[in-house]
């Protein structure tokens, strides 16, 4: 067996995405994603993705390059690789954009979403040749399916007029009989029992209705919302008060780790994130002040499916929940959750998707929801299978854009309805 890397094949696509609101704008039409493809010297490919803007694409190119003539099976050899590279280039370095939805964007935390891509590629080429799921290679898996939790978003009926884009049959989403339509259709469709509203968009007293609304139709489901750091320290202890009898938690309602570990302090909710401790580097502080009592794993951006076990390691350790957060994101990133999840002993929420948003996938046959989960597949790799066509499709429309789409800017997107539209600052309510 030759394991040696030979080919490595970068794919930027742009997916198309529905008119989801949150405190930034709307997403956009379509948003980019990159598709990674490692190949061995015995023909064998194995799959990944993640966030594909610009920024990770300069850095993804340059990697992918450095990865020829290596071993899939060295996956540590993956971070001395962005080591070096982030010595060799200063091209990144340092650079910060406080404030996104994904936390902090620093140089290092861009780097560690492109490693994602070809861990996860690596990860599935390494089981196809070994004959071994993904989850073995971690371990082996704990349970047989992953529970997701609904992913509920006020959203308008359609983009904005003139603005090209795809169908979609979930309808408007702006008021809490539309929250609760929309809870009822992903129940219809996918089973989930648990259901995560996306807030920061309305004024709180309005955002406090809808999850009211939602508990009274579906009673004793797990609900949360999240506002992504919208809310000032006392709105998110009002919300905290008149929610804690339904909450299963509040998500990053303040921004930071100084205004939740203040909101934790006034609350017995339990806080949820992944927009505080989006790193290693940020655990301690946050943990010290008990600012979180659950954190959030995107793989994406902590770096892999191995850092996210890392990561529930130490939560587990300090006595700290952890689940799993997601953005817009296709199969094989749905895939790539599902084995590192189920390797997880402290899995005591059902993990966020954004898949059942993405009418377009790049895999032959799409992941499918049963009750509301996920079986973990025991085929070898990550169990999916690349459909070449529906790639070159949707790379296709990523070459034909003339690059307004190929960076995510949910405040662009709004712009076109609401000509003036900033990014509120923070705390907005
Ligand atoms: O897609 C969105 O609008 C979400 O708000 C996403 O950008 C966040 O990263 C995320 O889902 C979250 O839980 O904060
Ligand atoms: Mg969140």
């Given at each position: 067996m030759n394991l040696t890397i030979t080919d490595v094949r970068l794919t930027p696509i742009l997916v198309a995405d529905p008119p989801l609101l949150n405190t930034q704008g709307v997403h956009q039409p379509y948003t980019p994603r990159l598709i990674v493809e490692v190949e061995t010297a015995d023909g064998v490919t194995g799959v990944g993705e993640t966030y594909g803007d610009t920024k990770y694409l300069e850095l993804a190119r340059p990697f992918a390059s450095k990865l020829?003539?290596?071993?899939?099976?060295?996956?540590?050899g993956l971070f001395t690789v962005a080591d070096q590279m982030a010595v060799d280039s200063?091209?990144?370095?340092?650079q910060v954009d406080v404030g996104g939805l994904r936390g902090v964007q620093t140089a290092d935390k861009l780097r560690l979403s492109v490693v994602s891509g070809f861990e996860v590629a690596c990860l599935d080429a390494l089981g196809k040749a070994l004959g071994l799921p993904v989850h073995a290679l971690l371990g082996g898996k704990l349970r047989d399916a992953v529970e997701y939790s609904a992913y509920l978003f006020y959203k308008w009926a359609s983009h904005p007029e003139g603005v090209v884009s795809e169908k979609d049959d979930w309808g408007a989403a702006v008021d809490p009989a539309g929250v609760v339509e929309q809870a009822r259709l992903f129940t219809e469709r996918y089973g989930f029992k648990s259901f995560k509203l996306k807030g920061g968009v309305f004024p709180p007293d309005e955002e406090i209705a809808a999850v009211r609304a939602l508990a009274e139709a579906f009673p004793g489901h797990p609900l949360r919302l999240d506002?992504?750091?919208?809310?000032?320290v006392s709105t998110s202890l009002k919300v905290a008060a008149e929610l804690g009898d339904v909450l299963e938690y509040l998500e990053?309602?303040?921004?930071g780790t100084a205004a939740m570990a203040e909101v934790s302090a006034g609350t017995d909710v339990p806080l949820a994130t992944?927009?505080?401790?989006?790193?290693?580097?940020?655990i301690k502080e946050a943990f010290a002040r008990d600012a979180v009592q659950v954190v959030l794993s995107d793989h994406h951006y902590w770096g892999g499916l191995r850092n996210t076990q890392q990561l529930a390691a130490i939560c587990r350790t300090f006595g700290v929940g952890v689940s799993m957060h997601s953005n817009t994101h296709l199969g094989i990133s749905l895939a790539a959750m599902t084995h590192v999840a189920s390797t997880v002993p402290n899995l005591h929420h059902a993990c966020d998707s954004h898949y059942p948003w993405q009418s377009e996938d790049v895999l032959s046959e799409r992941l499918t929801f049963e009750d509301g989960a996920v079986k973990v597949s025991d085929a070898p790799g990550l169990g999916v299978e690349l459909d070449r066509e529906k790639l070159e499709f949707l790379h296709r429309r990523w070459l034909d854009d003339d690059g307004s789409l190929r960076e995510r800017d949910d405040a662009a997107a709004m712009r076109v309805a609401e000509p003036g539209w900033v990014t509120p600052g923070v705390p907005r309510w």
């Open positions: 020829i003539g290596r071993q899939v099976g060295d996956l540590n200063s091209r990144v370095s340092g506002p992504n750091g919208a809310w000032s990053d309602p303040a921004l992944n927009m505080c401790v989006t790193t290693f580097a940020e």
